[in-house]
């Protein structure tokens, strides 16, 4: 089966631009949740989303905002990009919610803020 | 605050070696997985543990579950350079939906 697939791979954006991110779950898969990983923070949780709704959130700005739709399809969006948002942004889906079952990772988008 | 940390930080070790990389934590997790991540990938998963005490083999990996579920290890016998990568635990906080990475350990195996 298909995996979980993340559009764009690679981003470069201005400060001050907004950018909107996508992330393709597994079929069948209803959890989605996206990070970002940066060398200096490592993988720090944005989101997670289950039958469209959002169950939790991690300590991010309001800049950071996302969902998800009836097909699980999930988006995120950054607004007012800063320097500081350059990462590798990963989504993961899994059945339920991570944790629960096993979680697969999409290969993630590289977003460079300029 | 991290809640989940990770040591050692980096790891270079020659093929062969044995290494083990913990995971410690102050909090109680429902269950706990251990991920290896390769450059340009997402992180993919290795093994889940969900028992306190637990013990898990996969092939040369051995995932062990603190008792308290606070905390995990994983042993790799025999290294090789095909094991080279990043290294995350992580887990969801008893009780939330709050799922959490670990700092990352960076392991380098020589051949």
């Known amino acids: 089966k298909a995996g979980v697939t993340q559009t764009p791979r690679y981003l470069i954006k201005t400060r001050g631009q907004q950018v909107t991110l996508s992330c393709s779950p597994i079929?069948?898969?209803?959890?989605v949740s996206w990070y970002q990983q940066t060398p200096g923070q490592g993988l720090q949780f944005l989101f997670e989303y289950f039958s469209e709704t959002q169950r939790n959130k991690g300590n991010f700005p309001g800049r950071f905002s996302g969902r998800q739709f009836s097909n699980s399809r999930s988006e995120m969006n950054v607004s007012t990009l800063e320097l500081g948002d350059s990462a590798l942004y990963l989504c993961a889906s899994s059945f339920s919610a991570l944790g629960d079952t096993e979680a697969f990772f999409g290969q993630g988008t590289r977003l460079t803020v300029v | 605050t991290q809640l989940l940390e990770q040591s050692p930080q980096f790891l270079s070790i020659q093929e062969g070696e044995n290494l083990t990389v913990y995971c410690n934590s102050s909090s109680v997790f429902s269950s706990l997985q251990w991920y290896r991540q390769e450059p340009g990938e997402g992180p993919v998963l290795l093994v889940t543990v969900v028992t306190g005490g637990e013990v898990k083999k996969l092939k040369r990996l051995t995932f062990q579950f603190g008792d308290a579920r606070k905390d995990s290890s994983l042993h790799i016998t025999a290294a090789q350079p095909g094991d080279t990568g990043l290294y995350l635990c992580?887990?969801?906080?008893?009780?939330?939906?709050?799922?959490?990475f670990g700092t990352g350990t960076r392991l380098k195996v020589l051949a």
């Open positions: 079929s069948g898969h209803r959890s």
């Open positions: 992580a887990g969801e906080l008893s009780g939330t939906y709050k799922y959490i």
